[in-house]
């Protein structure tokens, strides 16, 4: 590149001012304990995507539902917060992610109080709908907060903790439900799981408010409306189906829904494109997919959304259905893969990923595929006999792999966003998750329920789990095996210290994006 465009020049001067401008991390010394308030909300989201399982029955013999209201209750929480997550990501960008934020936290406050007061199925369930939007407008701004709030040698120990407090709230939301049902805390039974959130919410709006601060694009336009719709058509046609397609034993609307998507995602790129050409502000800033730490990245995220739709499905049924293992032993079960993942989340991003780089996120994929190769034999060896102890031999290889890599992925794929497209960035990287569990449960029928024969229910044919579930773990530590194969998309240096962000000068528009979608080097070191 010549020197004189190294400058930038009139016509971006203002931009390149903006990027260049001192970062939140520089200034704001509240940003730690306001990580506080953001990591609580990540929690909550976390254990509420789980907590509702254990809690089943009891939600049934109280309100009547039927199992088709009961799956809705489930899947309506998914559903919502898997289709608002691109937009409400990007409407931080566009409004304020604090603003956004606590918007968000007040919506699930409030939905988590119309759920644990509910009478009806219907309400619960218009309740569980509603909770899943209000997390797709709080979880993406965590994120993009983290990310335009701290320094590049401080994010990762910030994504570190992170990692390992998102994947304890998932693990252990079985076993939060189990302690808040059996100890019917206030007599108030299985409501408790959703009332326990209105403290956490009230006083995270309180402190949040005093702590977090704001920030979002610097030119910021209107929200795409029509990118909004057609993402929110297109992934509806996709998610919809994967979520009720084994549940309703896949009927024909499945598959029309599902090949519909093609076409409407199809056209919700081109209108995109368009959007970008005429100077608008995208939905999407697809410039970012251009960035092999944000493309590379997002496919590993599909494959470990897509196996740990697999096997959490399947190990919750094998727990305590094929060995007969009470919710609060099932979820005790689970402990060390709970307490690895963690230790394993901080020593990555600490330790081994600055030095290391790419190789410790695919040293973990393997580690995990070694976990479920383990599984599957100790399960096909022993069968409905297996010992507590041998259940949770193999969640140690499991807890450590995955602590090897999901810290360490948020913070690559995010690496190389420009600060004013950290919540687009966000929301895509949330909904790739959510997919990939999608797929994963969709999957679920083909390598475990349909290995238990009969009617494939899994109540009906619970001696048959322990063999179903050592059946369906090679196809997870397949799925890891693939995520150390993609890995190799990511550039070699991705996370070590000295690497920087990786962002490029803002010299001028990025094919097919705007200017914004370019960061100063100079703000990467």
Same mark, same amino acid.
């Given at each position: 590149m010549s020197e004189n465009k190294s400058q930038p020049t009139a016509m971006n001067t203002a931009v390149a001012d903006a990027l260049v401008a001192p970062s939140p991390a520089a200034v704001d010394p509240r940003r730690w304990a306001a990580l506080i308030v953001l990591l609580v909300a990540t929690f909550m989201d976390a254990v509420d995507v789980t907590v509702v399982n254990i809690a089943i029955p009891h939600i049934q013999e109280d309100t009547g539902a039927s199992t088709a209201q009961i799956q809705w209750v489930v899947g309506g929480y998914a559903l919502a917060f898997a289709l608002g997550?691109?937009?409400? $990501?990007?409407?931080?960008?566009?409004?304020?992610?604090?603003?956004?934020?606590? =918007?968000?936290?007040?919506?699930?406050?409030?939905?988590?109080?119309?759920?644990g007061i509910a009478t009806t199925a219907e309400v619960l369930l218009a309740g569980r709908i509603a909770q899943g939007a209000a997390a797709a407008l709080m979880v993406p701004q965590v994120l993009s907060i983290i990310h335009v709030s701290f320094s590049k040698e401080e994010r990762g120990k910030v994504f570190g903790v992170y990692g390992a407090v998102t994947a304890l709230g998932v693990l252990t939301g079985p076993l939060v439900g189990a302690l808040l049902v059996e100890g019917d805390l206030f007599g108030w039974g299985w409501r408790s799981i959703f009332l326990v959130n209105l403290p956490l919410g009230v006083l995270g709006l309180i402190v949040g408010s005093v702590l977090i601060r704001e920030s979002k694009a610097e030119h910021a336009a209107r929200l795409d409306v029509g990118g909004m719709l057609l993402s929110v058509v297109g992934l509806l046609c996709l998610v919809l189906p994967l979520i009720q397609g084994r549940e309703l034993d896949w009927p024909l609307w499945t598959y029309v829904m599902l090949a519909a998507?093609?076409?409407?995602?199809?056209?919700?790129?081109?209108?995109? *494109?368009?959007?970008?050409?005429? $100077?608008?502000?995208?939905?999407?800033?697809?410039?970012?997919?251009?960035r092999t730490s944000f493309s590379g990245g997002l496919g590993v995220q599909l494959l470990f959304g897509l196996a740990s739709g697999v096997f959490f499905l399947a190990w919750t049924l094998y727990l305590q259905l094929g060995l007969g293992f009470s919710p609060l032993k099932a979820g005790l079960s689970g402990l060390p893969l709970s307490l690895l993942l963690m230790a394993g989340a901080g020593v990555s991003m600490q330790v081994l990923v600055p030095r290391f780089g790419r190789r410790v996120l695919q040293v973990g994929a393997l580690v995990a595929a070694a976990g479920m190769a383990l599984f599957a034999w100790l399960a096909g060896h022993y069968g409905a006999d297996i010992a507590l102890w041998q259940t949770m031999l193999p969640l140690v290889p499991m807890g450590v792999g995955m602590g090897l890599i999901v810290a360490p992925l948020a913070d690559i794929i995010l690496s190389e966003v420009p600060h004013q497209d950290a919540g687009s960035a966000s929301g895509l990287n949330n909904t790739t998750v959510q997919l990939g569990q999608a797929v994963g449960t969709a999957l679920s029928s083909l390598v475990f329920f349909n290995r238990l024969g009969g009617d494939g229910n899994p109540v009906t044919?619970?001696?048959?789990?322990?063999?179903?579930?050592?059946?369906?773990?090679?196809?997870?530590?397949?799925?890891?095996?693939?995520?150390?194969?993609?890995?190799? =998309?990511?550039? *070699? @240096?991705?996370? @070590?210290? $000295?690497?920087?962000?990786?962002?490029?000068?803002?010299?001028?528009?990025?094919?097919?994006?705007?200017?914004?979608?370019?960061?100063?080097?100079?703000?990467? *070191?």
């Open positions: 997550l691109i937009t409400g $990501g990007r409407l931080g960008d566009l409004y304020g992610r604090k603003k956004v934020f606590l =918007a968000g936290v007040a919506g699930f406050t409030l939905t988590s109080l119309v759920c998507s093609l076409p409407v995602l199809a056209l919700f790129v081109a209108y995109e *494109r368009r959007v970008i050409a005429r $100077g608008g502000s995208p939905l999407v800033v697809l410039s970012l997919f251009s044919q619970a001696a048959k789990i322990p063999d179903a579930f050592a059946h369906t773990l090679p196809y997870v530590a397949a799925a890891f095996l693939a995520a150390f194969a993609v890995l190799y =998309a990511i550039p *070699r @240096r991705a996370g @070590r210290t $000295g690497a920087g962000d990786g962002a490029e000068p803002a010299d001028g528009p990025v094919p097919g994006g705007t200017a914004e979608a370019r960061q100063p080097a100079a703000t990467a *070191r």
